[in-house]
């Protein structure tokens, strides 16, 4: 793979369709699944809220899986690749997005960037932490997500029209975004908003087991665990704990760590350097694991 | 699509055409149509002024299409692309906007920007929210906004006399430009300025109806709404919400999500993350729709 | 003209000729035109200063007409460009200026940039806005501006003495410069100063005239309107209203809109976002039409 | 090896086996080689923290040392390459870490990345100081520490999946980060946190005793002249002195430098330019080594 | 001389040899001429510091006519360049001052930057304005100002010999630099520095005369208000006024401008935009032309 | 020397072998010759700390002479260039010193970088001034100068073992660094520091008088007067005058300048623009010199 000739580049297979060939494991909250899939419908591009690690990435591609693979519709499923992620950096300009010209040899050839593949193939494309992305590509996001929902291609100098199932996914997380980085209101106001949260205990401790393989027990506690540390938010730590890291605990247990260290080392000390901040989280772990 | 030869480049279809085929859907609500005929007819460039999703594209692709379809003016009817729209941002260059070499094969092709195919095809340009372009590109509009009407090409050492149906058109939103941000004098005395707001409210429900088939009870329930959203304005919240919005809201109710979680989501979350202002607009849905 | 081959760079025809065909109109004010044509005898380089819209480039291209095209010296005579105008802003490279090289087919051929067509042919050369180019060009201006009157060209490795009719023209607006942005006293220190102020209102009545087609009394109505709302100055707003802005307002009551509101859309939110000072021409507009 | 053709590209050993063909020598303080045993098992990424010179990078080799050369997992033993480093810093892109294109003679070929190497080939990969890098690095981090365990190679156009024996480890210093360059929760969430300080005095002596052939008596003074260096940090010097610090001074010690002038070379003027910092340390010197 | 070949490039003339060819007016004020002599023949490099237009540039082109072209040194006569000046600027890079690659046709050529041609060549090498240029280039300087003499060429890999004729000369003005742009001590102690102000009354009066063609008592008037002016300085205006602008004032006058108009535009507004400073300035002229 | 072919950037001599064909002069203050030498033969980095001009530069010359020049060892007799110098500056990058790929005619070839040959070759490379350097560089510092001794060559894709002689010397002034350009705990914890002030009056004297021909008498007097200028820095005056200035005063003496003025333009005015000071120094040669 080490050698590039043009044919390579011609023929670069649908490597994104990645992770959707079977239903990604999604318990939801509420009414977002029902929500979504009539923004969907009418085609309007969403924008998905929510702190760290609250399931908003695996939320989307449930909500692809369903829509492409779970329906009846044939030209859905002939879309081969549901899901575009692009996960947004501040070095990440619109030409990464909309695609460059690469020289092969004697030959320039054209590569599709990942916004412009969902758009040709009628993908949903979904930048994840967008508001991080350079500013540059906010404008793309504009000629897409009104009534013209169109991508222009300036380095090809045309305009392409979008796939008539493509749809924008964003998401940004309110809590830790600088007044720098906020979205414009003329961006933000283009798209239905879902805020998202933590899941609630009973369900967080399912999805604890189901990734873990700790029995119900050790899952609610954990569950529980996490609850009670995001109610420090309420004392001056902003960042909770993600359902992510209840699991990584699990899985310590799971491989004979003790439960102190296992929640000291993937709690604890993972989610902060502040030693009065460790200390209260180790009380929270001294009071449910006595 | 993916490989470009000499000659895809050269025999580049007049793409920018898009979207004026038929008559596009304009309310006017003031003066504003014959104001902008009066200066396309002395060929003065326009500044368009206003907040958010208050109609400014809508409004300069309806007289382009007045202008260039609608009129018995056989040389208009034969300008291919009567409108060519730039969004502007903070990378956009002069070079973007005048025209790049490119290497093709063992050949330097020359690509014309948009601004310059307007210049040279007799289109009007929008340059919206020109404030965000890169001050290079205000060069630009200083030698064609004057009794010159020029346009220098560096790269190429030719100057340009623009075509004599062309214009230049900008908007920019006054509300959220920073200091820093500013037109400076020497570029906004250049330009007649007609400001824009949010349309009244029997007018908003016409175009709510229209867009989003709910009936015209709910569109005026909606464009009530609307209006009371808006003068929370002077309670501290700088932004309205637009039209869009409202329409966005009428498209899931249509598709069945009750009208609270609508408003909810559509309206409330995504004109902002402020829970003071969430409520305050749940407040003014619960009165709307009890 | 969109292929660009060596044979077309070698040919490229002196286009920046533009506009000196025909005497430019300038109504002069003082002795500016006795004062300019002593320093161009003396070949002393001049700095014009003054605000946004008050004739300066209309003036540099009067002076450049009488020099090279209304007297009688056939050397002059024989200049095919006399003005080379520059519009400077901040990413305006001395590379911009110089020149550079381009690659064509296999072949490096090189391209003068606008000041070196100037040096090279005896042009006049007018910076516009100097102070927004980018540091690197003032190093240009001085060789150019003391005894040695020569321009390095470090690409090239060669230095080129001055055309003897060769002459540097810069224009600044001290109104709005900030401290970051004045001119080194190591270059202004090079350059005879003119000042700038709008013209008084006789002589603006007749420019107003001579370019709107509106009657004397309109066109004396509306230069006593600029003279009133340049007044405003003394109560905290800095910028006056251009000679240009007032022959826009002429021309849209020429094309039949009223005065009120041709005043309203080419002055009043031409000049300012600020709602008082928008109130405040709106009351001077009522008294002169009542 | 001044001259590089294209089979030597094709044929590059795999040079970062670097110093793994002997055991490393790591004297564990507490339960870390177990955590990390169990995290490596589970596949979840870990991160180092921990002051400087504290053993963060001696432990990650050992680490390796002891997963894929003293186990009898087959497939682990295959694994050429154990363990990949990149020392982090802000000029490092995800270009420098994945891999870029290079035109040799008149082909153009792909080289990998120190990242992608390591995700090919299933190396534990050790980014250290990673807070250092740009921020386009730590969205390479999110898609390889999540469930997806891609890395997106966005110039090929390819997402290669992690090799099964794939681990992403991270260091970083919390001590004297700017709250600029701290890690975003979203990034450190995604880690097992393991917490390193210095040895306790007993482990220091052997460890220098070990490296600097200096008798257990000096070796034992030099274990307890840190200890008491490291507590001045209550009193206001923020830096300890590394373990390596003192190994310097064992050797030039056994090179016949006196214990002063070598304690004053090695640790009192590297570890500051305080003077009194320095009066200090020389007092606790004083009081060792009489 | 628009194209070049390769040819070109390899014979380019010693076109910096400009303005040395006949002796520059130069009125010693001091001992400076015998301190630069003595200095340049113990090849101590000279650091030449005061304010703008005060006679630096004239004073190191005459001390480079007559250490090259006065003396009876056949080495020194056969130097082709006595004399190479550099500009420097905020984007003067290294590699601009010592040489760079081009490619011409299918071949790579170097070209010396002016300092490397200095070196090679024995000249003197003037950096006018050093703080101006970037950082890099002071680095340049150590090398060539200690006993080593020496530059080296990374681009080439090559360290170069200093010719034996080969002197470093800079300028500054320290009135107007910033802290930020301030000379660093490890750069600065490597120069005689020799000091200049503006030349006393009756010098500065015979070169007015001499420079301007104006008569011997208009020049001792114009003299006598340049050091009026300067006397501001003590009343908070920093700059003074350039023996240049007292030039310009005598040239305008002999073309027949009143002296005030001519003192008006050549002193008052060329120095300054304040208009407190201006009527000052303007009182001193009414004082001495009545 | 104006055209590189192929051949000759294979073949480029190693040219950094200058100035060590004879011994240095250096006279050591203290112990500092025999602390090196211990720290080179255990391979320990050494960074030497002092002000300007203090002879940091000159001792390294002269270790790396006494090393492998005076020394009977063959292998480091055999090192064709004992000392790398690399004067730091903001813009050298880690490719600077690490090496680049340069196309030559038709083919590409790589040129090592100044570190890369010391590393390659066994020579002592001193990095003068390394917190000037850009923050990639210190990543190179760090596997250089622990247990590893490696080169990664990230371009090339390899990694170099150090040479046996190889070892890196820093050097950097604590006098007048900011905090922002501070050496990084984890940088400077790897160096054996030796810390460099001006030397004693005597042996400052004899150094004046080898160097600068002077007689002894006026050589002590200029040492005497050395030592009272950087008494100064206890009033306020941060800066000292290196030894080098002294030298420079008694060439200027030697050829014939006044001992005042030969202080004043190199040493009162060399140091400082500040007048207080240059007085303050003024007062002390005339005390010395009455």
């Known amino acids: 793979m080490r ?23 999604y318990l939801p909250i509420g009414d977002e699944v029902e929500v979504f899939r009539a923004a969907y419908e009418a085609r309007l591009p969403v924008l998905l809220k929510g702190p760290t690690g609250c399931g908003k990435t695996r939320f989307v591609e449930y909500m692809a899986y369903q829509i492409y693979r779970g329906s009846a519709s044939e030209s859905h499923a002939a879309v081969a690749t549901p899901l575009i992620t692009v996960a947004c950096h501040e070095d ?3 030409t990464d997005m909309v695609g460059r010209y690469l020289l092969v040899g004697d030959e320039t050839v054209w590569i599709d960037g990942p916004l412009t593949r969902a ?8 930048l994840d932490e967008v508001v991080e992305a350079r500013k ?3 404008v793309l996001i504009h000629a897409l997500t009104d009534h013209r929902r ?22 940004y997380n309110p809590g830790y975004q600088s007044v720098l980085k906020d979205l414009k209101p003329s961006t933000r106001q283009r798209f239905v908003s879902l805020e998202f949260d933590y899941p609630p205990a009973e369900q967080e ?7 873990s393989s700790v029995d119900d027990d050790m899952a609610a506690d954990l569950a529980a665990l996490g609850a009670k540390v995001r109610q420090l938010r309420q004392h001056g730590f902003e960042e909770g704990v993600s359902t992510r890291l209840l699991v990584y605990a699990g899985q310590l247990v799971a491989r004979g760590i ?7 080392v993937a709690i604890s000390r993972a989610i902060t350097d502040d030693v009065e901040v460790q200390r209260a989280v180790a009380e929270i772990v ?4 006595p």
Chains 1, 2, 3, 4, 5, 6 share one sequence.
């Not at 401790?205 to 990734?211: K, N, Q, T």
């Not at 003790?258 to 000291?264: I, K, M, N, T």
């Not at 001294?286 to 694991?289: G, L, P």
């Open 3 to 25: 050698t590039l000739d043009t044919r390579d580049v011609r023929d670069l297979p649908a490597v994104e369709a990645h992770g959707l060939e079977t239903e990604p494991y």
């Open 205 to 211: 401790a399912r999805i604890i087991a189901h990734e």
């Open 136 to 138: 540059d590509t906010t």
């Open 258 to 264: 003790s439960v102190h260290r296992a929640c000291d």
């Open 286 to 289: 001294a009071t449910i694991f």
């Open 92 to 94: 990440l300009s619109s």
């Open 150 to 171: 169109i991508l222009p291609i300036e380095k090809q100098g045309v305009i392409l029209d979008a796939h008539e199932h493509f749809l924008l996914v964003l998401s």
């Open 119 to 126: 758009v040709r193939s009628g993908a949903i494309c979904y």
